[in-house]
């Protein structure tokens, strides 16, 4: 698997970008050691899920299609801070096809909404900032979110992912006592596992219920 990543992050995205990725600084971390760690948390956090009986047993198949899938990502945008198109367009087209199609016109109109939202917030801090400060792949790894999991499970996933992406920043500050506040870093990877979280367990609200 981890060579088949490697493959597919070392492809160049052509999509939009408002990230100059030239000046980023991926992880050097061995792919197989990344993937290897997300396989691990992923799994650990989706197990209680049908421990519990958060899901039935049929949406294993499912969950892991959407884990491989959202490991896929992470671990290439960790690697390469690239969000390859051809792998965001498959992941939004499955939250679409693979689920119950009665709601099927929510989530496209959740995909849109949200993918909007996001590429407002980036076009705004630019205008704000001067200088990009989200990905073109960030905007469309969040459409694909609303896919998933809605309107109702964005604001939820957008939390979680901030929530994880702080503490990515918290822990590199206590390990090396100061972080470039210019840098950049890949917020894919947050925006998958608040994915992840909230397609498992439902919005915050109701997965504090279980």
Request: hydrophobic share 55%; proline share 5%.
């Amino acid at each position: 698997m981890a060579t088949v990543l490697k493959s597919i992050g070392s492809s160049p995205d052509h999509g939009l970008s408002l990230t100059t990725r030239a000046v980023a600084q991926p992880t050097r971390t061995p792919y197989a050691i990344i993937t290897g760690a997300m396989v691990v948390l992923y799994a650990v956090v989706g197990l209680p899920a049908w421990a519990y009986g958060a899901r039935p047993p049929i949406d294993l198949v499912l969950a892991t299609t959407l884990a491989v899938s959202l490991i896929a990502l992470s671990v290439i945008d960790l690697t390469t801070l690239r969000l390859p198109n051809v792998l965001t367009a498959i992941l939004c087209v499955a939250g679409l096809v693979l689920q119950p199609s009665s709601d099927i016109g929510w989530r496209v109109v959740a995909g849109a909404v949200a993918g909007g939202a996001l590429w407002s917030v980036a076009l705004a801090y630019r205008a704000i900032r001067g200088r990009d400060g989200l990905g073109f792949g960030d905007v469309k790894l969040f459409a694909a979110c609303g896919a998933w999991v809605g309107l109702a499970g964005l604001s939820s996933v957008m939390l979680v992912a901030c929530a994880a992406a702080f503490t990515v920043i918290a822990s590199k500050r206590f390990v090396a006592q100061s972080v470039d506040r210019h840098g950049r870093m890949a917020f894919g990877p947050s925006l998958a596992f608040g994915l992840w979280i909230v397609w498992l367990y439902g919005p915050l609200d109701q997965a504090l219920m279980l």
